[in-house]
């Protein structure tokens, strides 16, 4: 428990860091993403990110596990 958590600490760390580089990415504005903008308001739902990067952590934790 104490190795992941270390490992998480540094993980966000290292993606803190890296942010101004990182929102560059176009992650967040694929296809599939749903985005409403109306007068007064505006919603965004990254349905697409989310699968994608699920996936990815799934396949991360499969890989580590085994």
Do not use: C, Y
Request: hydrophobic residues 60%; glycine residues 6%; aromatic residues 14%.
């Amino acid at each position: 428990m104490q190795r992941i958590l270390i490992i998480l600490g540094v993980a966000l760390l290292v993606i803190g860091l890296l942010w101004p580089w990182l929102s560059r990415l176009p992650f967040g504005r694929l296809p599939g993403d749903i985005s409403v903008t109306r007068e007064n308001f505006s919603f965004h739902f990254p349905l697409m990110t989310s699968l994608l990067v699920s996936l990815l952590l799934t396949l991360l934790l499969w890989w580590w596990r085994k």
